[in-house]
């Protein structure tokens, strides 16, 4: 719980720190479809033309579509190799490491009328009054898998109220075989043993990145480093997650499901090749990766909206991610987290009241349809 007290001065100055927001939007992967061609010496002309369309065809298939559309309402998905985890919370607690069984904050719920697929999805709630009770509240599923270096999770998200949103939300961790220290609030991760994401959402409902790994930057200084007296000297050293969050995003709607996917890619040892991406109802939102997009690091925020910053420079490419420094770190877990914590939601709850809105004080986000997988998953047809 220590390293947790440490992330409500986080937010303070993630809060303190939130500058320019105005439209543009990153750009995202394109589908291409690998279309084959047929060696035909020996077949005729209207052959050739069968043969080209049914290797086309059979390509589609196995290159070009996404899972979803190779598996239509997601029949048959489970088994596929480049599946690594999925659930649908049709058949109850199980599938995850953990929780095995429903707890104080998460409950397996069973309502055809509510649910995205069949009648079975999963609530996370967390009060006003549970927060009272303890500053701090992790209502969180896990599930590891073996090692990858890519990385795709699609879920489903709903959320019915207009409620505070969880102080950090869903993460996804890589580590060599033994690392097990994601989320560990003001640490550096050593390159050779970890790194992690929290993909998050702010009081405006849209998303960011939240990264930590071996080359992250300092709030301290307005250059990234952690230097006493340096430009900007923030007086004391601190690294929290660096914060990545595209401008120009449409807040998600209320109490309607939205389907939200990311990937992640582990660097080459050495090289600055590692990429993160998302997309919301299958378009892409943002994605970050070696010359793309431009922005200006400001301490520890990378900001792609424009700066008006007395430090601020011109807006160059991002250099890409160098997560890690060794092959044996990997992706090996996601959780599926909404974590609150006391003061953060009460001062959100404040600023959406500011707003004329009126806040429950039930902080809930239903979930359906996960998978994680090595190959774009789409969203459920
Ligand atoms: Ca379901």
């Known amino acids: ?59 589609v298939q196995a290159d ?4 979803s559309e190779r598996y239509p309402g997601d029949e048959g998905m489970a088994e596929d190799s480049a599946v690594l985890f999925f659930d649908d919370f049709e058949a109850g607690w199980g599938r995850w490491d ?17 649910a995205h697929s069949g009648s079975g999805y999963l609530r996370s709630t967390v009060t006003t009054e549970d927060l009272a009770n303890d500053q701090y509240i992790s209502s969180a599923s896990r599930v590891g898998f073996e090692r990858v270096d890519e990385i795709y999770w699609r879920f489903y998200a709903r959320f019915p109220h207009v409620a505070p949103n969880p102080h950090h939300w869903v993460r996804v961790s890589a ?9 560990l609030a003001n640490t550096v991760p050593p390159g050779d043993e970890g790194f992690w994401f929290d993909f998050d959402i702010n009081n405006d409902n849209v998303f960011n990145f939240y990264v930590y790994w071996h080359e992250m930057r300092s709030g301290r200084c307005n250059d990234g480093t952690a230097e006493p007296g340096c430009a900007g000297d923030q007086g004391t050293t601190y690294h929290y997650g660096n914060t990545f969050r595209p401008p120009g995003q ?37 994605e970050y990766r070696a010359g793309h997009p431009e922005g200006t690091w400001l301490r520890d925020q990378f900001h792609t909206d424009g700066c008006d910053w007395s430090a601020c420079g011109e807006p160059e490419p991002f250099e890409g991610f160098n997560f890690r420094t060794s092959e044996e770190v990997g992706f090996k877990r996601v959780i599926l987290d909404a974590y609150y914590e006391r003061g953060s939601s009460a001062r959100k709850q404040q600023a959406l009241e500011d707003r004329g809105l009126t806040v429950s004080d039930e902080q809930t986000i239903l979930y359906d349809d996960v998978v994680v997988a090595t190959e774009r998953i789409g969203c459920r047809r």
């Not at 993630?14 to 291409?32: I, K, P, Q, V």
């Not at 070009?64 to 899972?67: C, F, I, R, S, V």
């Not at 929780?99 to 904050?105: E, G, L, M, R, V």
């Not at 709607?253 to 299958?282: H, S, Y």
């Open 175 to 183: 580590g060599n075989a033994s690392w097990n220290s994601s989320g």
């Open 250 to 286: 449409q807040p998600y709607p209320l109490d309607e499901w939205v389907c939200i996917e990311m990937r992640a890619k582990a660097n080459t040892p050495g090289q600055m090749d590692g990429e993160l991406a998302f997309w919301v109802d299958g378009e892409p939102v943002g």
């Open 98 to 114: 953990a929780p095995q069984a429903d707890t104080q904050y998460l409950t397996m719920q069973d309502d055809a009328a509510v």
């Open 1 to 59: 719980m220590g390293a947790r007290l440490v992330v409500g001065l986080c937010s303070v100055l993630l809060l303190a720190s939130l500058g320019c927001d105005d439209g543009g939007s990153s750009g995202g992967d394109g589908e291409l479809v690998d279309v084959a061609t047929s060696d035909a010496a020996d077949t005729t002309a209207a052959d050739v033309s069968e043969d080209v369309l049914a290797d086309t065809q059979a390509d």
């Open 64 to 67: 070009a579509a996404t899972l």
